[in-house]
């Protein structure tokens, strides 16, 4: 059972039904209880995934810093920050889960022990109280065994 690895992320991302599809090589790691994803956007841009079981967190940063927070059934407040703005986000998550085969025992049980897994949710992204988008993200995170 490894608790780090190497990977593969594909991000699925469905704004108001247009779907676009992205792939990135980055690492996963598990710590106490939480899921870390770590990959590169961008030259400049890097994100973090923090999924602990029922709640997600994902922090932007480089050439944008962002950070969004994702609670089913509930709504967050966040922020975006780039060279030209600075603004308040809020997100009202509809669902949020996490599918895996394989997964670990104990204190850790909700988590997988490897990849591969995928990390999905829905969401409304309201900017400065207006509806920006409604959004349907999947992470899907397979282990990289090229590198």
């Not at 939480?34 to 967190?57: D, M, N």
């Not at 997100?91 to 949020?96: A, E, Q, V």
């Not at 997988?112 to 959004?135: A, C, D, H, K, N």
């Amino acid at each position: 059972m490894n608790d780090s690895g190497k990977a593969i992320i594909i991000v699925e991302s469905k704004l108001d039904g247009e779907k676009s599809t992205h792939r990135y090589k980055g690492d996963w790691f598990r710590k106490e209880r939480s899921l870390f994803i770590r990959y590169e956007e961008s030259g400049e841009t890097r994100a973090l995934v923090r999924y602990t079981p029922g709640e997600l967190f994902v922090k932007r940063s480089g050439g944008v810093q962002s950070e969004q927070h994702f609670v089913a059934g509930q709504n967050r407040r966040g922020t975006y920050r780039s060279a030209l703005t600075v603004f308040e986000l809020e997100t009202r998550t509809r669902s949020l889960q996490l599918q895996a085969k394989a997964a670990a025992d104990g204190p850790r049980a909700l988590l997988p022990t490897s990849p591969p897994f995928t990390l999905e949710w829905r969401y409304e992204l309201y900017v400065s109280e207006q509806l920006s988008g409604r959004f349907h993200i999947r992470l899907h995170i397979q282990e990289d065994h090229q590198s």
